[in-house]
């Protein structure tokens, strides 16, 4: 007989592994036509970023394990976050791989907004989450209204100014890589 979180896990983690499908199917149509496509590094940065979130929501999961009860609108709460991110992954690729050159850049400029609205959902879904699940304060979650505050910002300025989206996917992948060297033993798995 399988636990309660073995049940729920599944569908949390086939959801999360289709969207790791996506960009890695995403990243390996980039290397299959390598001479048709111009790289733009922002977007890159926000594709390895949304790829990092998966592993990182993946393996944060694991902290449901001692979840004694489990109801239904909680598990329809919990499953919008890796859902979310799948839609994410799914539009930081082009639809279409056709054409003579496929400018990454100009496909960024397209859709960023889409790309930050998406990510402010996944943003503000956390904060939810940590609220009402973790556990946590407001003033705990100053990173998240730090990256909710940046994304907003981007979105109300309707700026294609590049150094500002520059600045942007620079300071997000910062504040992950600054978060995860911070919070070492929160993320830790370890047998009871």
Partial sequence: MISP??????????????GITQIVSGLASIIHRWEKVKIYWPHLILVILVFLIHIQEWWAAYDMRDYAYWRLPTFLFIILYP???????????????????????????????????????????????????????????????????????????????ELLHKIIASVLMIIFIVTLILAWNIFLIQSH
């Fill in 83 to 161: 859902v979310n991110l799948y839609i994410l992954s799914r539009i930081l690729f082009p639809i279409s791989w056709r054409g003579p050159v496929i400018d990454l850049k100009k496909f960024y400029y397209q859709n960023y907004k889409r790309i930050f609205l998406f990510t402010i959902t996944l943003d503000v879904l956390g904060i939810i989450d940590n609220i009402f699940l973790s556990g946590y304060q407001i003033s705990e979650q100053i990173v998240q209204f730090l990256v909710l505050a940046i994304l907003v910002f981007a979105i109300g300025r309707r700026s294609s100014h």
């Fill in 5 to 18: 979180f073995e049940y729920v896990i599944v569908l949390i983690s086939i959801i999360l592994g289709m």
